[in-house]
């Protein structure tokens, strides 16, 4: 299945911010973060299709994940 992911500030150093990815039927949120090489204490806010997701949750064919790292400021 094809899947649409969007990186957000720090999580874009490196990567590209929009790209598609191409993952077995069945893979969850957190198979598809394994694949971009980013560890889950690197993401605060974590999205599929605009709404807030688990790791656990599956994916389906022509969903977005956006990925958000915490953000500091003070």
Do not use: H, K, Y
Request: hydrophobic share 40%; proline share 4%.
């Amino acid at each position: 299945m094809n899947i649409q992911v969007r990186l957000f500030a720090t999580l874009r150093q490196g990567r590209s911010p929009r790209q598609s990815m191409e993952l077995p039927a069945g893979s969850r949120l957190a198979d598809a973060l394994a694949r971009l090489s980013i560890g889950r204490d690197e993401v605060s806010i974590r999205l599929r299709n605009g709404r807030e997701a688990e790791w656990e949750t599956a994916l389906s064919e022509g969903d977005t994940i956006s990925l958000f790292p915490a953000i500091g400021g003070g």
